[in-house]
């Protein structure tokens, strides 16, 4: 029959450190093997322990390279990461970024790539229609329809506010396929909720 080592009565091991020469204790989750190697208490022990290869690279320096780096940095400030600019200080007015200012293409084609010059182009094959649904013009038309009805259904009067996740569309009055004139027209456009929009005579109804 075997007999195991009571822990309660085998004494810690105990080491000295190398660094600042305190009496430390080996911790349960180190291997023998750790505790075999281990020389230091702690973290900051270990680098303090360790001297730095670049302690003295500079005295070892030639005179001509101490001369030649002093010219060379005379002026520069040390950048750590962060710009040297200070809370509250602003930029020029050429430079400085203008918050709230929208860029030169935005809801623009980017003529290098679109039509032919696009590496998907497929000879035009894109539903004239769809085209017309996704176009840049038909967006604006939708936020300027929202805008005059103030962002409220015309029929039921529902509004977005915190507590309704109403969901708004903007119906053509007259239907989009049968006056193809009027597609752009803010009078002949409407702001519903969806609801609203499913009771529509001409909803989901093939036109064309």
Same mark, same amino acid.
């Given at each position: 029959m075997k007999h195991h080592r009571s822990k309660k009565t085998d004494p810690i091991p105990r080491k000295e450190c190398a660094t600042c020469k305190k009496i430390f204790e080996k911790k349960r989750k180190d291997s023998w093997v750790q505790w075999r190697d281990k020389k230091y208490c702690s973290r900051s022990c270990v680098h303090k322990g360790k001297p730095s290869p670049f302690k003295g690279m500079r005295d070892r320096w030639p005179d001509e390279w101490k001369i030649m780096m002093s010219k060379n940095n005379a002026g520069i400030r040390s950048n750590t990461g962060r710009t040297h600019i200070k809370k509250g200080q602003h930029l020029s007015r050429s430079t400085e970024l203008k918050k709230g200012n929208k860029p030169w293409n935005t809801g623009k084609k980017n003529p290098y790539f679109a039509g032919p010059n696009n590496p998907?182009?497929?000879?035009? #094959?894109?539903?004239?229609?769809?085209? #017309? !649904?996704?176009?840049? $013009?038909?967006? !604006?038309?939708? $936020?300027?329809?929202? =805008?005059?009805?103030?962002?409220? &259904?015309?029929? &039921?009067?529902? =509004?977005? =506010?915190?507590?309704?996740r109403v969901v708004l569309h903007a119906d053509h009055i007259k239907p989009f396929a049968k006056y193809p004139k009027l597609r752009l027209s803010l009078k002949n456009g409407r702001t519903l909720c969806k609801e609203c929009h499913l009771k529509t005579d001409t909803h989901g109804v093939n036109l064309s």
């Open positions: 998907n182009w497929k000879g035009g #094959i894109y539903p004239e229609h769809l085209r #017309i !649904r996704h176009s840049p $013009e038909m967006k !604006r038309w939708r $936020e300027e329809v929202f =805008k005059r009805d103030n962002f409220t &259904c015309v029929l &039921c009067g529902r =509004k977005r =506010k915190t507590g309704d």
